[in-house]
């Protein structure tokens, strides 16, 4: 079970923090700030884990250099980080509190979704999930966001609030990704579970235009148009234990 959070004031005053430490070794740790070791350590991380995705995609899915060092740098930032046996980082899940410093996608409509279901709850926006290309199907991944689910509890038990933790998606990690943001809150042997649930809001396309492609929504779509990729974007909602 997950320690209550008492702060009245600043809800992540108490980090760093570990979250959880699995039967397997892998320990999740939740911080806002990272050091300029594990900073050398995560930056070819993310690199090498969104070489795949991205020639797969038709907009670059990974941070930028100058993107990576701001989010390292900002306390608005949640800093998720896996680390092994030898508390070496193998995986790391950002998260920023609130919607205002997200520059690579129209937040409005997810504003608009977080009025209509609890205009109160917590807003979180899932940046970047990524482990190694060689810890795939390890528990890696999954560890980094059950950790991330625990706090956003936590929280919540701490604020009397929910929390919706926003996320898109790639076409090309369609439709596995939001399934697995919902397979891996359940409980198991291994883990007490979240009450969580994930949900589809809605997708944008990639449409190519007369001299360069068009981001729209999908319902704006018509037959003639040549669809160029598509990002699916996700809403999960967490009550309180």
Not at 90 to 102: C, P
Not at 147 to 175: I, M, R, T, W
Not at 193 to 210: C, F, I, K, R
């Amino acid at each position: 079970m997950t320690e209550h959070i008492t702060h009245d004031t600043d809800p992540f005053a108490d980090l760093p923090r570990e979250l959880l430490h699995s039967p397997d070794g892998v320990s999740v740790v939740v911080g806002r700030e990272v050091t300029q070791s594990d900073k050398d350590i995560l930056w070819p991380t993310i690199q090498a884990g969104f070489i795949d995705l991205n020639r797969k995609s038709y907009e670059k899915q990974d941070m930028t250099l100058e993107e990576f060092e701001a989010d390292m740098e900002s306390p608005h930032v949640l800093k998720y980080i896996a680390r092994d046996e030898a508390d070496a980082p193998i995986g790391i899940l950002t998260v920023h509190v609130g919607l205002e410093d997200i520059s690579w996608t129209n937040t409005a409509p997810l504003q608009e979704v977080q009025d209509q279901v609890d205009p109160t709850a917590t807003p979180y926006y899932i940046g970047t999930v990524v482990v190694p290309p060689d810890l795939r199907g390890t528990s890696t991944a999954t560890r980094l966001l059950q950790g991330a689910y625990l706090h956003f509890q936590s929280v919540n038990e701490a604020q009397d609030k929910h929390s919706l933790a926003f996320f898109d998606c790639a076409e090309a990690n369609y439709p596995w990704l939001g399934q697995f943001a919902e397979a891996v809150a359940h409980k198991n042997d291994e883990f007490a579970g979240v009450p969580a649930t994930v949900n589809e809001l809605y997708v944008d396309a990639w449409v190519q235009g007369a001299d360069s492609a068009v981001k729209v929504r999908e319902s704006q779509e018509t037959a003639s148009d040549t669809i160029l990729d598509r990002q699916h974007y996700y809403a999960v909602a967490i009550d309180k234990s």
